[in-house]
């Protein structure tokens, strides 16, 4: 039987560099708004302000999760979030909406990069609890059957 323990993984999420950096992103990006036009303040700045929100919201719940499965999906919706709003923000330059900031783009780029990083942390923890929880099944499964044995004798 495995005796592997699986603890929570509870981080200090105030201090995690991650959410920093999406604080950041997402101070970046409510600064920029104003430079659109009007007409977009419901689409393309909507779509800016939401992305920038929702990356820095899935970023901490995938911080703060302490199970070993759980992780995966918040990271994954945070990657999602920050391909969106680098996106939306390509497409605002390039309609000339706003001012291309490259160190923005480049922050961007790096918590993705980032993201990618927890996703696949993330999906080894989970795979390693499916072991261990597929493992202990195994083992109650063997007893069940040397006792079935036993008791057909």
Do not use: C
Request: proline residues 3%; hydrophobic residues 40%.
């Amino acid at each position: 039987m495995s005796n592997k323990k699986f603890t929570p993984k509870l981080n200090t999420i105030s201090k995690d560099p991650l959410i920093g950096e999406a604080f950041s992103i997402a101070e970046s990006i409510y600064d920029l708004l104003p430079q659109l036009p009007t007409d977009e303040r419901w689409e393309t700045a909507g779509k800016l302000r939401q992305a920038s929100n929702s990356l820095l919201f899935n970023i901490a719940k995938a911080v703060a999760d302490s199970s070993p499965t759980g992780g995966e999906y918040d990271w994954s919706n945070a990657r999602k979030e920050a391909a969106g709003l680098l996106t939306m923000y390509r497409f605002a330059d390039k309609r000339g909406f706003i001012e291309k900031d490259a160190s923005l783009v480049l922050k961007i780029d790096q918590i993705i990069k980032s993201i990618d990083k927890e996703v696949l942390d993330a999906h080894k923890r989970a795979e390693a609890y499916y072991k261990h929880e597929l493992a202990v099944w195994e083992d109650k499964y063997d007893m069940w059957q040397k006792l079935n044995k036993e008791m057909a004798k």
